[in-house]
DNA sequence: CACTAACCGCAGGATATCCTTCACTTATTC
DNA sequence: GAATAAGTGAAGGATATCCTGCGGTTAGTG
């Protein structure tokens, strides 16, 4: 790889030092966001960087620039392993899905994607890598669909929705446990997209993806600050 | 439902107003934490709860309790539905682990699983309702491969993580669209839990249910301090 | 209908995290 | 090897949240 951050074409060229540094920060944020969340201190990410804090600062100009940045981050490794999928299909089109999805999960501690209580990263930047991973995802299911390789209703949506399960880490377990059920799990999944020769259900009716991104909240993170007016469902138990 | 809290036993017996305030507090807990992640305030917890911080107060000594009595509920959401489950299988054990794990993501927003960067919920009573719903499961497990009506090698371990992954909020999505997309996923992996005609692969050995509990961190939430003498792997893009 | 548990409103100290600033040192680049 | 971008260490103000305490009020309970 190139010594410097090459991507979105604004780079100003960081020098060696910064770029490494640079990389290090993104690294123990994304161990950090995975273990105690948002909420995880900036602190402790410089300290686990090997990097100081006023570093970390130099480098995003807040906490939320930081989150940002392993957001994005995550989704460019989805797409990047979407364009390798599509690209390598020679045994059809569904076992590339199936090599994507649990090459995802097999990589799943260095994915962050969007942070219970983190900013909504829905930025231009954001969207578009959305979509083109959307338009990558399709390409596959419709000529996966054509080989009547896996059932007709499974959507892009439903793909990402998967990753988005999977890849997040299971609270307060190791990461190779999590990631052995992880991988159990998405199996377990990828042996339901074949087509059902028996009265599998049809799936009920979903959104597009386009659609899903467009429901992601535009706003901050509270959605419906209901005062609540809530009539309280019962909860069992004494303290 | 009788006028307190009647579970555990060491119940001193709520007056009907504080029973009525706490249902309301671990509701507005609830949809709190899985809005905000443990991050949520409490201030703002008592507030949707339309309830004073001073009684929240009252009710949890502090905050950590409060979220380990919301997971335990969670806990025994899952258990109750499980022993339902049991009770009801006269179309088979599959179709009742079908509904088990459907009922579950229908009532997904009742549902609070331990959250990251929340306490390590696993003393006695969490540990003994993970117990008894294991063996629920395994029963529900033997009865449907001695029916053949499922691949025999999935086992508890596999049905609580997919509860785990499915029943956890999709972060900045309004709930409905998050139901939708969780539905249309536990119904695929459901697919994929059939005896397999074809040569589905089988799934990599995985830890037993009771192997999970035992690796759960008995420590805090940070299980690898590591101070980080990661090589850095490198991340695109510029800010 | 009296008793009192429970709630409310509010004030305030403790702590933690965020973020800035600055003088000084180190490492990279040309 | 000189110019300078980048990093270090440390101090400190601004918030936000946690949690406690107390007098006054409300509302179940028997």
Not at 63 to 73: H, K, M, P, S
């Amino acid at each position: 790889m190139t010594p410097a951050a090459p991507s979105d074409g604004t780079g100003p060229q960081l020098r060696a030092d910064a770029a490494r540094n640079r990389a290090r920060i993104l690294a123990a944020a994304r161990a950090a966001f995975r273990e105690r969340g948002t909420a995880a201190p900036l602190d402790e990410i410089a300290r686990r960087a090997g990097v100081n804090i006023a570093t970390l600062y130099r480098r995003f100009p807040d906490g939320e620039a930081l989150i940002r940045q392993v957001v994005i981050d995550g989704y460019t490794v989805l797409l990047h392993a979407a364009q390798t999928a599509v690209r390598q299909t020679p045994d059809g089109a569904l076992p590339a899905i199936e090599r994507w999805l649990l090459g995802l999960v097999a990589e799943r501690e260095m994915l962050v994607l969007p942070l219970i209580g983190g900013p909504v990263v829905n930025d231009a930047e954001a969207l578009a890598i959305q979509r083109e991973l959307g338009a990558l995802l399709d390409e596959l299911l419709a000529t996966a669909r054509d080989q009547g390789a896996i059932r007709p209703d499974v959507t892009a949506a439903d793909l990402t929705t998967t990753v988005a399960l999977a890849c997040r880490p299971l609270p307060h377990l190791d990461a190779a446990t999590g990631q052995v059920l992880a991988e159990r799990h998405v199996r377990v999944f990828l042996d339901g997209l074949r087509p059902g020769p028996d009265p599998s259900s049809p799936l009920p009716p979903g959104p597009t993806l386009d659609e899903v991104l467009a429901r992601v909240y535009a706003a901050g993170p509270t959605p419906t600050p209901t005062p609540t007016p809530t009539p309280t469902p019962d909860s069992k138990t004494q303290r």
